[in-house]
Nanobody, 126 residues
Framework: VQLQASGGGLVQAGASLRLSCAASGHTFSNYALAWFRQAPGKEREFVAAITWEGYSTFYADSAEGRFTISRDSAKNTVHLQMNSLKPEDTAVYYC????????????????????WGQGTLVTVSS
């Protein structure tokens, strides 16, 4: 499984960005894909997740109402639309994937994800 994240950049507070995660190397019909982020000096934290087949979505409190995760089955791509960005959203954003067949799924549990992309940097200036 390969995950390629893109779409990061430098924006001002209040702006929007859309991140993309192109997934390849597997059929993702029974997978969950997620976005995590890691700010300088902090641990990697959960942002949002989506189940590929059931289309269930999950959000961290910090993302709820501002971010939207979606998937494009035809392109095997997951998007994270981020609106009303804040300086505290500054981080490297990583996409991750895991098969749902491996037991209970807790979307925010970092160790649950088997595959990780390389990350894309989002910088929000005040």
């Amino acid at each position: 499984v390969q995950l390629q994240a893109s779409g990061g950049g430098l924006v001002q507070a209040g702006a929007s960005l859309r991140l993309s995660c192109a997934a390849s190397g597997h059929t993702f019909s029974n997978y969950a894909l997620a976005w995590f982020r890691q700010a300088p000096g902090k641990e990697r934290e959960f942002v949002a997740a989506i189940t590929w087949e059931g289309y269930s979505t999950f959000y961290a409190d910090s993302a709820e109402g501002r971010f939207t995760i979606s998937r494009d089955s035809a392109k095997n791509t997951v998007h994270l639309q981020m609106n009303s960005l804040k300086p505290e959203d500054t981080a490297v954003y990583y996409c991750a994937a895991t098969p749902l067949s491996n037991g209970d799924y807790n979307p925010s549990h970092r160790a649950r994800y088997e595959y990780w992309g390389q990350g894309t940097l989002v910088t929000v200036s005040s």
